[in-house]
């Protein structure tokens, strides 16, 4: 089962920045936040990921919460080719573990 | 970043027939890959995970006489879906990563199979 709660679905309008947010309140302290995103008749794409600090880098922001138990996944100025499924997921990214998606966050970015 | 390719990126056949998939890791040696399959306006599913050299290890309700999978290099995974029926009609997606940088996992493009 996905670790992660996220809304079905969001609009956003073009040239706007999209807040995508994601709760993980059950996250131990070695799991590791995680954002995909896969467009339509695509292979999920990686986006960001974060342990407890805030990252950011040419695609997006990930602004994780001080007890760490949610996320917002920041798209500074969608576009719309940012129009796709946005995957939350916990992991401790280890040899061992595998990913699990969830039903994800289906952005629609409105010209 | 690192490239992972599939091939075919579709494929339609006949009920009864044996279809094979493969995934390259064109730059990188990937230890461990991932076969998902994904229906309509659904999420990915995770079918199996192989290590290169050894046998997959499957998910819970994925029948492995039905999709073999097979890892023989590090850089090539194969998926046959055996006697494909039109309810193995699905987009699989398969994804790499290699065993010194665990946190990077790589995904293909897709093989959309259609089974008439």
């Known amino acids: 089962d996905a670790k992660t709660t996220q809304p079905p679905s969001m609009d956003c309008a073009e040239g706007r920045a999209a807040n995508l947010p994601c709760n993980h309140s059950t996250i131990s302290g070695n799991e590791y936040v995680y954002w995909y995103r896969q467009i339509h008749s695509q292979g999920p794409q990686y986006i960001i990921h974060g342990l407890k600090n805030n990252e950011t880098n040419e695609m997006a922001s990930l602004i994780i919460t001080e007890d760490r138990k949610s996320s917002t996944l920041i798209l500074p100025h969608a576009t719309l080719r940012d129009t796709a499924v946005y995957y939350c997921i916990v992991r401790v990214a280890n040899r061992d573990d595998k990913i699990i998606f969830g039903k994800g966050t289906r952005l629609h970015i409105l010209p | 970043g690192a490239v992972v390719s599939q091939h075919p990126s579709r494929v339609i056949c006949k009920s009864g027939t044996s279809v094979k998939i493969e995934c390259r890791s064109l730059?990188?040696?990937?230890?461990?890959m991932f076969w998902y399959r994904q229906f309509p306006k659904q999420s990915l599913m995770l079918m199996a995970t192989?290590?290169?050299?050894?046998?997959?290890?499957?998910e819970q309700g994925v029948e492995k006489d039905k999709f073999l999978i097979n890892h023989a290099s590090l850089t090539l995974s194969t998926l046959t879906v055996t006697s494909a029926h039109p309810e193995d009609s699905s987009f699989y997606i398969c994804?790499?990563?290699?065993?010194?940088?665990?946190?990077?996992?790589?995904f293909g493009p897709g093989t959309r199979l259609t089974v008439l």
């Open positions: 730059d990188f040696q990937a230890t461990t």
């Open positions: 994804s790499a990563r290699t065993s010194r940088y665990t946190d990077t996992q790589y």
């Open positions: 192989s290590n290169e050299g050894s046998k997959a290890t499957y």
